[in-house]
């Protein structure tokens, strides 16, 4: 079953707009990671947050995460055409393996 | 450094039929994932080894699948008979830390698998 459902499911912007979406989990986590797929590159890794940190930067991403609510939330600044992909969140539900959710569908457009 | 290498990248088969995918994992990676993902979905753990050891394998429909990672490296999956909800893609994946999923997984290209 998935453990993550993102939100929303799909989301259309223009290029220099910031993107936000939102994943929601049910048990207790160890850490989130954030993943994207396209049909160019595959799944790739794009961040990983730990249960006991609230906010993390990597370029133009910033993730935060609330594990009262057990939320968590990517934001993408300043898009760009290549950012259109899918994004997943994936957490550890403390074991040592991966559930990840549905997934965001972001489409930039130039 | 090389990644994760899959093959073959697409396979069509009939219902009933076998196949087989391959996987290499990152050098010295020591876990090693496969996941199906169905059309829309996230990817979902079928089964995952630690060297050649099987640590998880409660998600893979054992009475069609099965999967070995002989020499603790390189890892087969095989379907046998395949049915049409096995169409998907099947990504491998590994990563260097033996326990508790710190570090990111490295994911190969996935096989396009249709099943008619």
């Known amino acids: 079953s998935q453990q993550g459902e993102e939100d929303p499911q799909a989301l259309s912007i223009q290029e220099g707009e910031n993107a936000t979406m939102n994943c929601s989990y049910k048990?207790?986590?160890?850490?989130l990671q954030w993943y994207r797929q396209n049909s160019g590159r595959g799944l790739v890794h794009l961040i990983l947050?730990?249960?006991?940190?609230r906010e993390k930067h990597s370029g133009r991403l910033r993730v935060t995460l609330d594990t009262s609510k057990k939320s968590s939330s990517l934001l993408i600044t300043a898009s760009r055409a290549a950012d259109t992909a899918s994004y997943f969140c994936?957490?550890?539900?403390?074991?040592?393996?991966?559930?990840f959710g549905t997934g965001t569908r972001l489409q930039v457009f130039p | 450094e090389a990644g994760v290498a899959q093959s073959p990248r697409y396979k069509i088969i009939e219902k009933r039929q076998s196949v087989a995918f391959w996987c290499n994992p990152i050098?010295?990676?020591?876990?090693l994932y496969w996941y199906q993902q169905i059309l829309g979905q996230g990817p979902k753990l079928l089964i995952q080894f630690q060297n050649n050891g099987v640590v998880d394998d409660s998600q893979l429909p054992k009475d069609r699948f099965s999967a070995e990672r002989l020499k603790g490296v390189d890892s087969t999956l095989k379907i046998q008979p395949a049915k049409l909800e096995d169409s998907a893609v099947y990504l491998c994946?590994?990563?260097?830390?033996?326990?508790?999923?710190?570090?990111?997984?490295?994911f190969g290209p996935g096989t396009r698998l249709t099943v008619l």
């Open positions: 994936a957490t550890d539900g403390n074991t040592d393996k991966l559930i």
């Open positions: 947050i730990r249960s006991n940190e």
């Open positions: 048990t207790s986590i160890n850490n």
């Open positions: 994946a590994s990563s260097p830390l033996l326990l508790r999923s710190y570090n990111e997984q490295f």
């Open positions: 050098s010295g990676h020591a876990t």
